[in-house]
């Protein structure tokens, strides 16, 4: 049903696509027969077959493609050399790609994508309607008080946090040294002026929300800070470096949650007291990812480290701190976490460093990877609270596990397309590398799922207890699959065959490249003299575009959607008999 209602929405798009091709077609039949009245246009169009104008636009848009993403993954000076070690000379990457996509500096890249989307499919799935729950558990508290908001209140929510936090960031980020301090009052002051116009609660007035912002800033700073030069001094042995070894990350992310208490306290002041659980909840993981854009990978780390360390610090968010004593502890174990936050961060800084110039850093993101993955299980084993216990699971455990097999996708992907812009791939290569690809991806697709099966039948192996009823979850998305509640899911799931859905809307292209020079030299050749010449000189010029720009990336996406979609979404419903098979095999006795 889902591929025929698509069918016939690409019927509409027929009748303007078929009006540009004949004009397209006209354009060129001029061109090619007028040559009299139009030599100028017709110099270029042999110019073009002479040149290979169609086959150099898809090879340079090609080119700036994969030029801005080594350049948003800071590994250009790799991936552009081509890849020959002396013990493999002729090895499977040299032979199949001809460079190496698989480097250290796109694994850190894809480690802390793989950290954010999860969470961030949970916000997109809470903005468009679902509970914001694993199972039975309110992980990200995005139910507690939210006080039956509507769908347009929620995107609210968080295009205010996303713009509140952002903003301020890039506000503080055009200063240095003290005056950073000095600009970081502009959003407190803004935050504490809309409570004091619209607040009904005079609990959260003007001064209370602009301390709150700055309490918060300080109690996040300070104690990292003073961490990160426990161990920073005796590695760096220099205050200059120690201080800008961490002082960036850690004011950065102290800014941000700062901005994101100053919001939830007007917030509150605006609606109610109740509301703030989810406001804190909602903004800390956009805190994380605008701090990543805005100086890099040392926020995971420092996310990660905080993580770990209020466990540890015997701390349950949840816990009404109402007295002084109680308020005291909380207080105390933010502190700890803190400092154990700056301590790792910077010591993984300098470990990271460290491997660069020894050329070891897939070494570091191996030992990474282990040590968070073995903390995090520790972890796991210590904590009774079901929230923590599903926080600890899909925050660190599944991003760990997944990142390693959407990294080589994604590193599959840019191989391959790599190896058609350098000519090592020709068009019909090129198209059948893109097939195998996908067929990886599907590999890589079913992985994915079995991870998630099997770090959520961890979480309910630790707690004792059915936390999460996996059989339960996927007989509800069989019963509708179109539930908002397991959008995360398909979302978490789908991201891995996004780099193949890039390449196929690229591979396409490559048909442009399937007439060889010394046929169209001929062609070019005499052709004003042989009208058999000026007809496939029009083919040519004519359906090359229309086939290799349009028509084939548009194949071979639809194939792909039909892929999924197809017979009631057939690849949809063996993920799914998949999922329950392993559900089945690691807890037999779940309902």
């Not at 209140?153 to 506000?171: E, N, P, Y």
């Not at 200059?240 to 208490?261: I, L």
Request: include cysteine.
């Amino acid at each position: 049903m889902h591929t025929a209602a698509g069918f016939s929405a690409l019927l509409w798009l027929l009748p303007p696509f078929a009006l540009m091709v004949l004009v397209w077609g006209w354009i060129n039949y001029k061109t090619l027969n007028d040559r009299k009245t139009h030599p100028d246009s017709f110099q270029q169009a042999i110019d073009w077959l002479r040149e290979d104008n169609f086959s150099q636009l898809y090879l340079q848009t090609l080119g700036w493609l994969l030029d801005k993403i080594s350049g948003l993954i800071d590994d250009a000076h790799k991936f552009d050399q081509v890849y020959v070690t002396s013990e493999h000379p002729k090895g499977f990457i040299r032979k199949t790609f001809g460079f190496n996509p698989f480097t250290a500096e796109s694994y850190g890249n894809y480690l802390w994508l793989a950290h954010l989307y999860p969470v961030t499919a949970f916000l997109l799935a809470w903005a468009a309607g679902s509970d914001g729950q694993v199972g039975r558990v309110d992980w990200l508290k995005l139910g507690a008080g939210r006080l039956d908001l509507e769908l347009w209140q929620r995107w609210l929510v968080i295009a205010g946090l996303v713009l509140a936090v952002a903003g301020s960031l890039w506000l503080v980020h055009r200063w240095a040294g003290w005056r950073q301090w000095l600009v970081l009052n502009v959003p407190f002051l803004v935050l504490a002026m809309v409570a004091a116009a619209f607040g009904k609660h005079h609990d959260h007035d003007f001064l209370s929300v602009f301390i709150s912002g700055w309490g918060m800033f300080l109690l996040a700073l300070i104690p990292a800070y003073g961490g990160g030069w426990l161990v920073g001094l005796p590695i760096y042995r220099s205050y200059q470096r120690t201080h800008e070894a961490f002082y960036g990350v850690v004011f950065t992310v102290a800014a941000a949650f700062a901005v994101v208490s100053a919001f939830a306290a007007t917030f509150c002041a605006i609606l109610a007291n109740t509301a703030s659980a989810f406001v804190v909840a909602v903004g800390g993981a956009i805190a994380v990812g605008i701090s990543f854009a805005m100086v890099g990978g040392g926020v995971v780390a420092f996310a990660l480290a905080f993580s770990f360390a209020l466990p540890l610090a015997g701390f349950q968010p949840n816990v009404a701190t109402t007295s002084n004593s109680e308020l005291m502890a909380a207080t105390a174990a933010v502190a700890a976490a803190l400092v154990g936050a700056g301590i790792i961060i910077v010591v993984l800084g300098a470990l990271q460093r460290w491997s660069e110039r020894q050329d070891k850093a897939g070494w570091f993101w191996l030992l990474y990877s282990v040590v968070f993955f073995v903390v995090g299980y520790y972890l796991l084993s210590l904590t009774k609270e079901s929230g923590d216990i599903v926080f600890l699971l899909f925050w660190v455990l599944l991003p760990l596990v997944c990142a390693p097999l959407d990294w080589v996708a994604l590193g599959v992907t840019r191989g391959l397309l790599q190896a058609v812009r350098a000519g090592q791939h020709s068009g019909r290569v090129a198209l059948g590398w893109a097939m195998v690809d996908l067929l990886l991806a599907l590999v890589f697709l079913f992985l994915n799922a079995a991870v998630l099966v099997g770090v959520t039948a961890l979480g309910n192996a630790i707690a004792g207890d059915t936390l999460v009823n996996i059989n339960g979850i996927l007989a509800g998305m069989r019963d509708d699959t179109r539930d908002s509640n397991y959008w995360w899911i398909y979302f978490m799931l789908l991201f891995t065959l996004l780099p193949t859905l890039i390449h196929f809307a690229l591979a396409g292209g490559a048909i442009a490249l399937w007439l060889p020079r010394k046929a169209r030299l001929w062609l070019a050749n005499g052709l004003e003299r042989n009208h058999y010449k000026t007809f496939m000189a029009w083919l040519y010029l004519t359906f090359t575009p229309v086939v290799g720009f349009v028509l084939a990336p548009a194949g071979l996406l639809y194939g792909l959607w039909w892929l999924v979609n197809a017979n009631g979404g057939w690849l949809g419903g063996h993920l799914l008999a998949w999922a329950g098979m392993l559900a089945r095999f690691a807890n037999p006795t779940m309902p």
